[in-house]
C-alpha cells in the first residue's frame, strides 16, 4: 500500500520579497495537479531559533565524532 500525499512544501533558498517571487508562484501554480500555492512568511526570530538549534546540534556531532561521545579523546 502506498502513501497518499495531499501537498508539498518548498523551501526557498533565500527569502524573497512578495514581487519578486511573483513569477515563480505563478509557474508553481500552473503545474498540473496544484490548487493553490500559499505563501510563508519569513520570520527573523523563528530563523534564529531553528539556525541555533541546527548549530548545536552539528557541533554535537562534531564534537562527538572527534572525542567520542563521552567526551574523551581516545
Known sequence: MTDRWSGLVVVLETDMRDDDAAQLVNAIGQLRGVM??????????????VKQRLREKLER???DAIWGEDGVDE
Open 61 to 63: 556531532r562534531m564534537h
Open 36 to 49: 493553490n500555492v500559499l505563501p510563508v512568511v519569513s520570520r527573523p526570530g523563528l530563523e534564529m531559533v
